[in-house]
C-alpha cells in the first residue's frame, strides 16, 4: 500500500509564496514521473507540473516563472514552490505519483497514486 501525503496550502495575499510537500510512504521500490495537479471551482482539473527522473520537467503556461517542482528521492518527496502568486491560482492542489510498490500479494505493481487536495488560497 502506498500513501501520498500532502501539505503546505494555505492564504497567502498576491505576489506571496507557498511551498507544497508530498511525502510518499509504503512499501516503495521506485517512484517514476510526478506530478501536481490542480482543481478550482468551475474549472477543469490542471496539471501544473510535472517531473520525471531524469530531472525533467514541465509546466503549464500559467505557471512558468512562477512555480518550480522538484523532488528528493531519498525520502520520497515532491515539493511544489509557488511564487508570485496570483488570485487565480486559488485552487484545490493534489499530487499523483507513479508508483512501483510491492501489493499485498508480493508482487510488484506499478500504479499512479494521488494524495489528498490541499486549498491554496490567494487573495488579491
Known amino acids: 500500500q502506498v500513501q501520498l501525503v500532502v501539505s503546505g496550502g494555505g492564504l497567502v495575499q498576491a505576489g506571496g509564496s507557498l511551498r507544497l510537500s508530498c511525502t510518499a510512504s509504503?512499501?516503495?521500490?521506485?517512484?517514476?514521473?510526478v506530478a501536481w495537479h490542480r482543481h478550482a471551482p468551475g474549472n477543469q482539473r490542471e496539471l501544473v507540473a510535472d517531473?520525471?527522473?531524469?530531472?525533467?520537467?514541465y509546466y503549464a503556461d500559467s505557471v512558468k516563472g512562477r512555480f518550480t517542482i522538484s523532488r528528493d528521492d531519498a525520502n520520497y518527496m515532491v515539493f511544489l514552490q509557488m511564487n508570485s502568486l496570483k488570485p487565480e491560482d486559488t485552487a484545490v492542489y493534489y499530487c499523483?505519483?507513479?508508483?512501483?510498490?510491492?501489493?499485498?500479494?508480493?508482487?510488484?505493481?506499478?500504479?499512479?497514486?494521488w494524495g489528498q487536495g490541499t486549498q491554496v488560497t490567494v487573495s488579491s
Open positions: 517531473i520525471t527522473t531524469s530531472g525533467r520537467t
Open positions: 509504503g512499501s516503495i521500490f521506485s517512484i517514476n514521473a
Open positions: 499523483a505519483a507513479d508508483v512501483l510498490a510491492q501489493s499485498k500479494s508480493g508482487n510488484l505493481d506499478q500504479r499512479n497514486y
